[in-house]
């Protein structure tokens, strides 16, 4: 079972920081990531705005155009093919929603003051005494988590150990 959690950063770039940080312990397989995404609060117009990893319009066209092109050979048109394969694909990825609902993210971000971001982490699995003292070192503010009460109150003593000792030592 997966499990989401929520850290507020007082700016997008600490978040993206943590996020590429989150990436890389990924590649190093000490934690294992279903889905993580950046939302920032705009500071210009306050909008709410999501940095997914995967953009599924993206991909939805790509595909598109190849599967297209593949099958607009067959009917000697491949370039119209390609190109009502694109348009399809990338309709088909616009509503694509994997992961983490894109609804929950707006709605929960909408308490985020202006030029703040949110990472939102949904993690299978995790080396915590690896991942959280490392995480902890760049501050944030844990919002919210899918734990029960008992966890995320652990969680948080750890989370505060770790800052505590990422301060001293700096």
Known sequence: MSNLFVVAYNDLATADQVRNRLLEMSKEHLVELED??????????GKIKLHQAVNHTTMGATGGALWGGVIGMLFLVPFLGAAVGAAAGAAGGAVTDTGINDNFMKELSENLRPGAAALFVLVK????????????????????????NDEEEA????LKESQAKAEASA
């Open 125 to 148: 699995q995790a080396a915590k005494d690896k991942v959280v003292p490392e995480i902890a070192t760049y501050g944030g503010q844990l919002v919210q988590t899918s734990l029960s």
């Open 36 to 45: 993580i995404v950046v939302v920032e609060r705009r500071e210009s117009d």
């Open 155 to 158: 969680l948080r003593e750890i």
